[in-house]
């Protein structure tokens, strides 16, 4: 297991999966180790993934705090703000000047930071159903509950979506996410539902709760810094998915000046899983041809 030295003297790892030119994969979570990530969809026939915990080539990073990486002596250091460095230090670490970079779900206000921080370091961007508080894009809940009542009419998405009011209202207790998570992937099958329980493994709590803590995001300045750019950015949205809703990832894509949409259907929060094939052949071509 590849690791590197955060400024900070943090030992991160990251995992490497597959073959061909490297693409650096920041996970969610938020702050959730990068296997969940897997091979995503088997992207990593034709990449290598780098994980930060993320993926194996698929460049695979743990965060800090996640999977194999060590738990920083100062914990403010979580603030997604205070990750950025982790991500350029890293790409010294692998010696080019230049990379693609593919960010899930919360990832993607790490990438935003990043993008706006060092805007020449990045190649071709790939953001899956992003969250965007960097931007102050957050899903309201009625953007998440609208999503919800797409399937209405059948269970297990009718109780999923009680439980998810419950949510949305306060509740907030460890029953009623488990009820709810059903509508976060396009098919409640075997793989959705291991999957899931995975997640209470995978998660750094401590982490997630300081990830987007007070000070860490400056929307104006960050919109104004993504406008230098210059790389082709994807951002894939689920048909199915409340955060972001399509109509949202489309305003999140429009922050960059090479940005493009694409809404992946019958596909929820995350879409490598609800068409795998599908979603390693559009994520490949975009990273081949920019389009």
Known sequence: MPTFTAPDGTELAYHLRGEGPPLVCLPGGAMRASRYLGDLGGLAAGRTL???????????????????????????????DRQVADVEALRLHLGTDRMDVLAHSAGGNLLMLYAAAHPRRLG?????TP?????????????????????????????????YVRILDGADSDEDWDRAAPLFYGRWDGTARAHYAAGYREQNERASAAFAGPGAFDPAATRAALRRVAGEVLVLAGELDGNPPPALAARIADAFP??????????????????????????????????
């Open 258 to 291: 090479a940005g493009r949409l694409d809404v992946r259907r019958a596909a929820a929060h995350f879409p490598w899983l609800d068409d795998a094939a599908g979603f390693a052949e559009r994520v490949e071509r975009f990273l081949v041809t920019g389009v």
């Open 50 to 80: 780098v994980l930060l915990d993320l993926l194996d080539l698929l460049d695979l990073l743990d965060l800090r705090g996640t999977g194999d990486s060590a738990v920083p002596a100062d914990e403010s250091t979580y603030r997604v």
């Open 131 to 163: 969250t965007a508080w960097a931007l102050d894009l957050a899903a309201t809940p009625q953007d998440r509950l609208a999503a919800a009542r797409l399937r209405a009419g059948a269970e297990p998405y009718d109780t999923a979506r009680e439980a």
């Open 124 to 128: 071709r961007t790939v953001l899956v």
